[in-house]
C-alpha cells in the first residue's frame, strides 16, 4: 500500500524524535528504549495498534513466539518485501533482534543497539555491520 506523503512526514518526525535515546534492555521509552519496547513505543504512536508485552521486553524469543501464536500470527503474517510499519526480525549469529521497517529516506529499520541507542538504518548498512536473515511481518488486522 502506498505511503501518504503526511504518513511519510510523521515518521520521519517520530524517528527524529528517539534517534540515540538510550539502549536499556528492558527500556519501554521514553527515556531508554530495548529493541522490544522501541517496536512497541512506534507502532502504538505512528500506526495506533497495541502490541503485547514479552514475557522479557527484549527476549527476542519471546517476540518470535508472540509472532508465531495464533491469536497474533494472522494479524502480523510474514511478508516477502518489507512495508511502512512492518515488525523487522533479523539476527547477527545466534542474536535475533526486532525493529520497525519504516518508508522514510529510501526505508530502513529503526532499532536500537546497546552502545548506540535508537538507530535508523539501511538493509544494506545493517549487512555491512554483520545483521542478515531478515524477515518482515507486516500488520494485516485483528485475527476473528
Not at 527484549?58 to 508472540?66: E, M
Not at 495464533?70 to 549469529?93: I, M, N, Q, T, Y
Not at 526486532?98 to 548506540?116: K, P, S
Not at 544494506?124 to 542478515?132: D, E, F, R
Amino acid at each position: 500500500m502506498p505511503v501518504s506523503t503526511a504518513e511519510r512526514a510523521a515518521a520521519a518526525a517520530y524517528v527524529r524524535s528517539v534517534l540515540a535515546i538510550p539502549y536499556r534492555e528492558d527500556g519501554n521509552g521514553p527515556e531508554e528504549f530495548g529493541c522490544w519496547g522501541l517496536s512497541r513505543d512506534c507502532q502504538k504512536k505512528l500506526f495506533g495498534r497495541e502490541l503485547p508485552v514479552a514475557g522479557h521486553p527484549d527476549d527476542i524469543q519471546a517476540v518470535i513466539g508472540i509472532l508465531q501464536d495464533p491469536r497474533v500470527r494472522d494479524g502480523w503474517p510474514e511478508v516477502e518485501r518489507p512495508e511502512h510499519g512492518a515488525l523487522a526480525v533479523f539476527s547477527k549469529g545466534q542474536r535475533r533482534h526486532v525493529g520497525v521497517w519504516l518508508d522514510v529516506e529510501g526505508g530502513g529499520v529503526l532499532h536500537t543497539i546497546e552502545g548506540a541507542g535508537v538507530q535508523f538504518q539501511s538493509w544494506v548498512l545493517l549487512q555491512t555491520q554483520g545483521w542478515g536473515r531478515l524477515r518482515f511481518h507486516a500488520w494485516r488486522g485483528r485475527p476473528t
